[in-house]
């Protein structure tokens, strides 16, 4: 041993140091391309952007899911999982101690010992074996964190994307059934004047079919409300949505906001980055324990055995037998194995690194276009407001044009459906422009922060 101890001394000196992380450099621009939000509002935040909107019922919703939805629940298991590996990361280079016990015969079969031992071991941290499980351990632990900020990203999307389309839905439905009672009072208008030869058969049958299909028109906003209000109940953990929600009310209105979050902060909430950057912590790990595979596991070892003779005829023989000394394990020949696989795991390695740039890009790419989608929306429920504020001006001049009889029943008709109709518009614009806002804090990665990082941030600002 005194001639293998020098060696084995330089050999570890030379490869003990783990393998350097890859430096990441994430192609992220200075700034949005797009105009992010209102210059002179507040700036919407990230962690509670919902609130834009104003409504109560919504955020109650949101912290009722949080609290009940099953995705997050799994996702925070998969979390603790994950701490409770990363907590003993460093034990297999403790001294490990262990007991056993067996009946051993003699190889003559004409005795037979049971033996008491224990066995203690201490692996060496070497060749950067320990810092490369230790970022196995951090990257599996950062990917179930991105899971859960995952789940919790997408959980608070699709409440306020459900809740807005269920909101509008019920909008819908109320300006369809004004436009349906309309088309019915047309109908028998006209079924009056056909009987008093002022209106033909053809006229007839037009205003049959526009009271059959206002009649036909309501099923899909029903459909909606329907199925929005089933997902939100799957959505909060309930086996039945809340009698409440089927009750129409003003669909939620959003605010004023301001994107204050720049791209380079993405990289700290989209968890599509998040676990592609724990994808290259791992990847980085697991290249190093395949190269510490190719050198010497070097550890310290010790048993103590006792072993006592169960034959009854025979005199009783106790002996106990203490062993000390290291233990070296030398890869001397393979066929090239240990060698293909540190390289197969540098080259996962790279790809992981390009993988988490690709990730950087996607979200750039996804958030900017959500920033035009959202302003192009925002243009549109203006445009739509307008053309309702003018139709409704116009049915107003209509209805006294009417009271002093200057015009018809049908004009009457006409005028009160084309403003019903602006309005509809109206609804469905306004829902585009707040689901093109969810789809944008959706991009970007907004969600609660940790009950711990909440705690923190309000004593700083206390």
């Known amino acids: 041993m005194q001639g293998l101890a020098p060696p084995v001394l330089c050999i570890a000196l030379a490869g003990c140091a783990a393998t350097p992380l890859p430096e990441l450099r994430p192609a992220a621009p200075g700034h949005w391309r797009h105009a992010s939000g209102d210059a002179a509002s507040a700036p919407t935040d990230l962690h509670g952007w919902w609130h834009a909107f104003g409504d109560a019922q919504l955020d109650a919703l949101i912290d009722q899911a949080l609290a009940r939805n099953l995705d997050v629940a799994q996702a925070v298991e998969h979390l603790r999982a994950a701490r409770a590996l990363h907590r003993v ?48 351990a951090q990257g599996d632990l950062d990917a179930a964190a991105s899971g859960l900020r995952g789940a919790q990203v997408s959980l608070v999307a699709e409440v306020t994307r459900d809740w807005l389309e269920l909101r509008a839905a019920q909008q819908q439905e109320r300006w369809l059934q004004r436009i349906r009672d309309t088309r019915r009072q047309q109908y028998a208008s006209l079924q009056i004047r056909q009987q008093l030869r002022l209106a033909g058969a053809q006229e007839l049958d037009r205003a049959k079919a526009a009271l059959a299909q206002a009649d ?84 310290l070892g010790g048993s103590l055995i ?10 009783t023989n106790d002996n106990a037998v203490l062993s000390l000394g290291p233990v070296i394990d030398i890869p001397l020949f393979d066929w090239g194995m240990r060698a293909a696989q540190a390289h197969a795991k540098q080259h996962e ?64 008709a006409e005028s009160a459906i084309a403003r019903d109709q602006a309005a509809l518009s109206l609804v469905q614009a306004r829902a585009s422009h707040g689901l093109a806002f969810v789809a944008l804090f959706k991009a970007v990665g907004g969600a609660p922060l940790p009950a711990g990082e909440q705690a923190t941030l309000a004593e700083g600002h206390d």
């Open 216 to 299: 036909a028109a309501l099923a899909e906003p029903r459909d909606a409300v329907d199925a929005n209000a089933q997902r939100l109940a799957v959505l909060l953990g309930r086996a039945e949505p809340d009698p409440a929600w089927f009750k129409a009310a003003p669909m939620p209105s959003l605010g004023a906001w301001r994107l204050q979050a720049a791209p380079a902060d993405m990289l700290r909430s989209r968890p599509e980055i998040l676990h592609a950057q724990a994808d290259v912590l791992r990847a980085a790990g697991e290249a190093g324990v395949a190269r510490a595979d190719r050198y010497p596991r070097v550890a």
């Open 306 to 315: 006792r072993s006592t003779s169960l034959q009854a005829h025979r005199p």
């Open 89 to 136: 990361v460093g034990a297999p280079f403790l001294p490990q101690l262990s007991a056993k016990t067996e009946d051993l015969p003699d190889p003559d079969a004409s005795a037979s010992f049971f033996v008491v031992g224990l066995d203690a071991q201490w692996e060496l941290n070497l060749f950067g074996r320990g810092t490369a499980e230790r970022r196995m």
């Open 349 to 412: 390695l790279k790809a992981s690194v390009l993988a988490y740039r690709q990730a950087v890009l996607q979200g750039v790419g996804e958030v900017e276009t959500a920033i035009g989608r959202l302003q192009r929306q925002a243009e549109y429920e203006r445009h739509c407001s307008e053309a309702a504020a003018a139709l409704e001006h116009a049915d107003g001049i209509v209805a006294r044009r009417a009271a002093l009889k200057l015009a018809g029943p049908m004009d009457r």
